[in-house]
Nanobody, 116 residues
Framework: QVRLVESGGGLVQPGGSLRLSCAAS????????MSWYRQAPGKERELVAN????????NYADSVKGRFTISRDNAKNMMYLQMNSLKPEDTAVYYC?????????WGQGTQVTVSS
């Protein structure tokens, strides 16, 4: 059974940093690309960043380029999102995602709130 569990969200002031984690289980993690999405209140879910199976290539939304870094540790079945220079517009629920065996799987999400 595929399971994705996010953690690390919280309340942070503008300009601050947070590191999100996604723990994966139930599939061979090292064979699949992974993604972070986010959904702000009243807005559609959007792709934040993704990373290929071996971590050798990453892509970012223009809104987070230069501030966020996606990474993974295949030995630990973990994916991360380091978020620096956070802005109020980064406030959202952040989700971990992977397409495994032709199906899209999501975690439960972790809330990130950027506010003074």
């Amino acid at each position: 059974q595929v399971r994705l569990v996010e953690s690390g969200g919280g309340l942070v002031q503008p300009g601050g940093s947070l590191r999100l984690s996604c723990a994966a289980s139930g599939f061979t993690f090292s064979l699949y690309g992974m993604s972070w999405y986010r959904q702000a209140p009243g807005k559609e879910r959007e792709l934040v960043a993704n990373i290929i199976s071996n971590g050798g290539s990453t892509n970012y939304a223009d809104s987070v380029k230069g501030r966020f870094t996606i990474s993974r540790d295949n030995a630990k079945n973990m994916m991360y999102l380091q978020m620096n220079s956070l802005k109020p517009e980064d406030t959202a629920v952040y989700y971990c995602n992977s397409n495994v065996w032709g199906r899209s799987y999501w975690g439960q999400g972790t809330q990130v709130t950027v506010s003074s």
